[in-house]
């Protein structure tokens, strides 16, 4: 997949292209925008490219030279993706331990990013859910981003960029990805063979988001159609706390989407919409911040049924 199969996001990959054009890079880039709206795929992209072999780059990687197959096959050495998998490898521990990004990692990754490129070309390193990093972490980030070595680039994805350092981000350029035309959703999802108008509804112009959704039988109405489904939902969360936190903010998402439904169809009022959104809200943030997810989820639900969500 190149750049011409991005949909929805033409600044952003217009923006990347100019870069490459120009063929100066900058030393540290931070992706921004809603979950499921195109980042981490863009990112990949622009890295592919960054590395590839080609000379012409204005219509993305070539696919076929050793950088190239290198990266699709995921052992470039020169390409770094930085996530919970990433951390635990390096910790010897769990993926479900990883709760945030350590210093120590940063560390190691430091050293490794201070090294000579090792295919003669650029070395990266791609950050993922960036808003996660410790204070030490950012520090010991913060150190490499002052001086970053020659040939070195790097890439942060969040969703909420507010949460990193300002010392971060005004190293950063800031490339905005912004939520997808409802029509542009639907032809993502028809690609995959799926046609689901209610994901559409809900999705709030996330691909992701949509695509989730349209695995799910009667969602979001499962999360609320009894008295016992907020327990089953809160079960029913993965093991590993990294897709608990994920499926829990899907769930927080979905409840939200559809209050704001519901009392735009007169179907519960503003003093009941009001109080459930601003506790879910709540709730997502306390996730975001090591809450527990099954709980939060929990109490997620049931707030939603007591809002009038229930019976659908």
Request: aromatic share 6%.
């Amino acid at each position: 997949m190149n750049f011409e199969a991005v949909k929805g996001q033409e600044k952003a990959v217009h923006a990347l292209r100019q870069i490459l054009k120009s063929a100066k890079i900058p030393s540290v880039f931070l992706f921004s925008g809603p979950d499921g709206v195109g980042k981490r795929l863009v990112a990949d992209i622009f890295v592919k490219t960054v590395l590839c072999e080609a000379k012409d780059k204005e219509r993305g990687f070539c696919g076929v030279c050793s950088s190239c197959l290198a990266a699709q096959q995921g052992v470039h050495p020169d390409f770094k993706m930085v996530d919970a998998a990433y951390q635990a490898n390096l910790r010897d521990e769990e993926i479900s331990k990883q709760r945030s990004l350590r210093v120590d990692t940063i560390r190691h990754l430091r050293s490794e990013m201070s090294m000579e490129p090792l295919m003669g070309g650029w070395k990266t390193a791609l950050i993922v859910d960036a808003e996660t990093l410790e204070i030490e972490s950012s520090n010991a980030l913060l150190k490499i981003l002052e001086e970053p070595p020659r040939k070195t680039f790097w890439i942060l994805l969040s969703s909420r960029f507010q949460a990193l350092p300002k010392t971060i981000l005004s190293r950063a350029l800031r490339i905005d990805f912004a939520p997808i035309a409802k029509k542009q959703v639907r032809e993502i999802l028809a690609e995959k063979g799926i046609g689901a108008e209610e994901a559409l509804e809900l999705c709030a112009g996330s691909a992701g988001r949509a695509l989730e959704f349209s695995k799910r039988e009667n969602w979001p109405g499962v999360l609320t159609e009894s008295p016992l489904s907020a327990i089953e939902a809160s079960e029913s969360l993965p093991k590993d706390l990294p897709s608990a936190r994920r499926e829990a903010d899907l769930i927080f998402f979905s409840l939200s989407e559809n209050l704001r439904s519901f009392y735009h169809r007169g179907r519960i009022s503003f003093s009941n919409f009001e109080k459930a959104a601003k506790t879910i809200a709540w709730l997502k943030n306390a996730v975001r911040s090591n809450a527990d997810p099954r709980s939060s989820v929990l109490l997620a639900c049931a707030e939603a049924q007591k809002a009038g969500l229930i019976n659908l």
